[in-house]
């Protein structure tokens, strides 16, 4: 079904990480957010530092949440968790929705620093499949960075200023990151650390992607 843009109840499931870097684990926190920026859901799931687990993350949070009424996926970056990548072509197939992918910075790629890890060529090939990202000026004047499946370039356009409502951060992504944060600490808390202090990461910028 095509998308409706200006009907009220247009749904996006946005989805953001935090995480510790000496605890080896990340938190991912989903938010469904309403066109009128109204929350009526959320959801959350845990990935691997470096690991290649963050597209089931992603579609853990989806499938938990069961809801029929979300739009499209907007996610807070597509390589997150120091470089556990997002498989956009699995997530837009596993839902059926558009998905596009948001990041702040330019950027001259990771092929370099992803030659370095285990699991070097299935993280290129991975990366690769990705594809360049396709600049987007907003309307508050800021520009982002954006990678997309099942969305024209107008679409995305649009998208990203119903949801946008200052800066260059759209809102379901902005309510997903603080609460990635929130459940993180509160998680952390319960066992803490002297190494997790001042370890806390979260894919804020999105210049590396």
Request: charged share 25%; aromatic share 6%.
């Amino acid at each position: 079904m095509p998308l409706n843009f200006f009907k009220r109840g247009l749904r996006a499931l946005g989805i953001a990480e935090s995480f510790f870097k000496s605890r080896g684990r990340a938190v991912l926190a989903g938010v469904v957010m309403r066109g009128d920026l109204q929350i009526d859901g959320f959801g959350f799931a845990r990935i691997t530092l470096g690991g290649l687990d963050a597209t089931q993350g992603v579609l853990e949070i989806y499938r938990r949440l069961g809801r029929r009424d979300i739009n499209v996926v907007m996610l807070n970056g597509c390589i997150i968790s120091l470089f556990n990548l997002i498989d956009l072509d699995e997530v837009h197939g596993a839902t059926g929705l558009p998905v596009l992918c948001v990041s702040y910075e330019d950027s001259p790629g990771l092929e370099g620093y992803l030659r370095e890890l285990p699991d070097a060529g299935r993280r290129l090939e991975m990366y690769r499949r990705l594809g360049g990202r396709d600049v987007v000026e907003l309307h508050t004047g800021h520009r982002v960075y954006v990678r997309s499946r099942g969305l024209e370039e107008h679409e995305v356009r649009h998208l990203l200023n119903r949801f946008t409502l200052q800066g260059s951060v759209p809102e379901p992504l902005r309510v997903a990151r603080l609460l990635s944060r929130s459940l993180l600490r509160w998680l952390s808390a319960e066992s803490p650390s002297p190494e997790a202090v001042g370890e806390e990461g979260q894919h804020t910028q999105g210049g590396d992607d």
